[in-house]
Every structure is written in C-alpha cells, then in structure tokens.
C-alpha cells in the first residue's frame, strides 16, 4: 500500500529539482549596458530677463509675427481649404439611420 509521507516526498521533489537544474546547459554570459550610460545632464543657456524677452518679440512683431511664420511654413490642408457652397458636401452624407418606432398611445 502506498503511504504518503511529507518527508519521503520531500527527498523525491529535491532529487528532480537537483536533476533538472544539472540537466540545463550552461548559462550564457549577458553583458550588461546602462540606458544611462551616455546621459548627460540639460544645460539650458542662461536665462533670459523677461523684460529683455518681450521686447524681443514685440521688435519681431508680436506673437501675430509668430503666428505668420508658422502659417506659411505649413501648407493648408484639404480641410482647412475655402469652400463655396456649391463645393460642401450634404451633411452626413451616407450615414443613414432609422427612425425609432413611434409608441401608440393608449386610450
């Protein structure tokens, strides 16, 4: 008959633990690199009064100055496009949904 004890089990599951780790090849050798490893700190230039920086762009032009630039650099997108009204297309167009049914109401 077959007795169940905790010590017996216990030699048994150590004695496959010990095969097991024996029976793994030999362990790799990794090379550890830092994400870090080149990092270097921010060095921002020195700071800039804020007198000195509105003036700045106030002789740039104000922020509409600014805004122009950044207009011209990008191209408008088809979106953005003037339209006629002639060139708008019908709103939803080839979106159709059913209308609920309508209740009957009881007398």
Known sequence: MFHSLPAAWLAVL????ALAAAA????????????????RPFADDRPIPWKEANETVYRRGGWQAYAKETAEATPPTP??????AADAPAAHHGHAMPMPAKKEQQP
């Open 14 to 17: 150590s004695a496959f633990a």
């Open 24 to 39: 793994q090849p030999a362990p790799t050798v990794l090379n550890y690199q830092s994400a870090l490893e080149g990092y």
């Open 79 to 84: 979106a953005e496009a003037p339209k006629g």
